[in-house]
């Protein structure tokens, strides 16, 4: 049964009705950020507590703290007194951006005063939010400025990153049936339903084309073309620099197979998963998993090369988070019942946060250097 925002489901209808079946790209764009209905531009609240789910800066803000010191090493890297760019893409509440500045000033003050913060924001509404949040410190929000997209950026020197904006991106879905076929989406007898084409388009066959999959029968995967544009814009951008990427998802091996035959696409509404996206439609998160293999391969057709992937939990220690971990906890009598150290904990435990996000950092016209966060790293996906 069709749930969710009334004006959205009949703007969505009344597009399958004008041109026929959609891809589920059109159908996941309209349902996450079609102006004044979509999930992240009607003013629902996504983050925290309130919201339907918890990125690693909500968790706690060492995690923040943590992402300042591998900046700070980019931007020395970089610039040895010059200014430098830090980009950040998909802000969601502001307050990585907040983490990251205050731990910058008081760790890294010379790095602090050299910065230049953009934030990318494609929502009105988290826009203002940002601002509202950031504004609670001068010095922090006048280094900041706000763009639409990455194009709107002028180029820069310096690091490009996002934690949690990739999987966010409108996705093809995919499905081995014989061959390989689209997923449409359809709308009959008042539900929306999914057709399949007779075969995939030329396009999403070369998506999928040198990349470690092995087709079965009923294998499902999805495709995101909105990932190469990114890539593609990132690269125009930067100069010279950083791409730090944080989400979940693995290389097309881990991620087109037996394990995920279904695929990735997963749905987040009051911390609960489900696999519909057709309830609750702009009222319920649609992610898939991000391909960390196109990130690399589009990376590197347009100059940014690989230095290391690895999960979250071996990226923040080779920050120092087990460092300030054992520093906070030596006064406590009872760590296990502390909040704050629990909390620390979920960023990095095997059954929290640590495995299942994962950290790829690239870099354009940068001469070899090891960065401390990718001391437990591989180099390529």
Not at 51 to 75: C, K, N
Not at 348 to 365: D, R, S, W
Request: charged share 25%; glycine share 8%; aromatic share 10%.
């Amino acid at each position: 049964m069709i749930s969710g925002a009334l004006p959205l489901i009949e703007k969505i209808i009344r597009k399958i009705e004008a041109s026929g079946p959609i891809p589920f790209s059109n159908f996941m764009e309209m349902a996450l950020y079609e102006p004044s209905w979509g999930y992240y531009v009607s003013g629902r609240e996504p983050f925290g507590p309130a919201g339907d789910y918890y990125t690693s800066p909500e968790v706690h803000p060492l995690f923040g703290r943590m992402i300042s010191r591998q900046i700070a090493q980019m931007a020395e890297t970089v610039s040895a007194s010059g200014p430098v760019t830090v980009v950040e893409a998909g802000p969601g509440t502001g307050m990585l951006a907040m983490s990251i500045m205050k731990s910058l000033r008081e760790e890294n003050p010379e790095v602090f005063n050299r910065v230049d913060y953009r934030l990318v924001e494609s929502s009105p509404v988290l826009t203002e939010r940002q601002r509202v949040f950031l504004r609670q410190d001068e010095a922090i929000f006048n280094k900041a400025a706000w763009h639409a997209s990455i194009d709107g950026l002028p180029e820069l020197e310096g690091v490009v990153f996002s934690n949690e904006l990739l999987d966010a991106f409108p996705v093809r879905r995919v499905i081995w049936k014989e061959r390989l076929r689209e997923v449409l989406v359809d709308y009959k007898d008042g539900i929306f339903q999914e057709v399949l084409t007779d075969q995939a388009s030329p396009e999403l066959e070369a998506w999928f084309k040198g990349l470690p999959v092995h087709w079965s029968e009923g294998q499902g995967a999805e495709a995101s073309f909105n990932l190469e544009g990114w890539v593609a814009s990132v690269a125009r951008k930067l100069t010279r620099g950083f791409l730090l990427t944080i989400d979940y998802g693995g290389g097309s091996a881990e991620l087109v197979s037996l394990r995920r035959k279904r695929g990735t696409l997963l749905c987040y509404r009051n911390h609960q998963t489900n696999e519909d996206p057709y309830q609750w439609i702009g009222e319920q998160d649609i992610t898939a998993h991000v391909n960390f293999s196109v990130l690399q391969r589009e990376g590197l057709r347009r100059g940014l090369n690989p230095l290391g992937y690895l999960e979250q939990a071996n990226f923040l220690i080779g920050l120092g988070i087990l460092e300030e971990m054992e520093k906070y906890v030596q006064p406590i009598e009872n760590p296990a019942g502390d909040k704050n150290y629990r909390a620390m904990k979920h960023l990095i435990h095997p059954e929290g946060l640590g495995p299942v996000y994962k950290v790829f950092i690239q870099q354009k016209n940068m001469a070899s250097c090891l960065l401390k966060g990718l001391q437990y790293a591989r180099p390529s996906v």
